[in-house]
């Protein structure tokens, strides 16, 4: 069974960091690309940042230079650190294993950013 759950979110000022993670499970994590969405209030879902099996990354626009998506196949789980953060930033940011994403979503994490 396909479970990913998400954790690091919160709230932060303009300017800060966060790093969130996504542990996996019940897939071959390894051999599989990882995406970070993310949902704003109002907003379609969107793609943030991709990794695949062997480490290749990619950014949305609106992320470059600031957030860094990275893997640990050990510990089955992707990270985003995330830097320089706007309030634009501010949404539910979920992981997926597929893009377009399937139906195998976690709870996400709420990142807020406000002075």
């Known amino acids: 069974q396909v479970q990913l759950v998400e954790s690091g979110g919160g709230l932060v000022q303009p300017g800060g960091s966060l790093r969130l993670s996504c542990a996996a499970s019940g897939f071959f994590f390894s051999l599989n690309s990882m995406y970070w969405y993310r949902q704003a209030p109002g907003k379609q879902r969107e793609l943030v940042a991709t990794i695949s099996s062997l480490g290749t990354t990619n950014y949305a626009d609106f992320v470059k230079r600031r957030f860094t998506i990275s893997r640990d196949n050990g510990k089955k789980t992707v990270y985003l650190e995330m830097s320089s953060l706007k309030p634009e930033d501010t949404a539910v940011y979920y992981c997926?294993?597929?893009?377009?994403?399937?139906?195998?979503w976690g709870q996400g994490t709420q990142v807020t950013v406000s002075s």
């Open positions: 997926n294993r597929a893009n377009p994403p399937d139906n195998y």
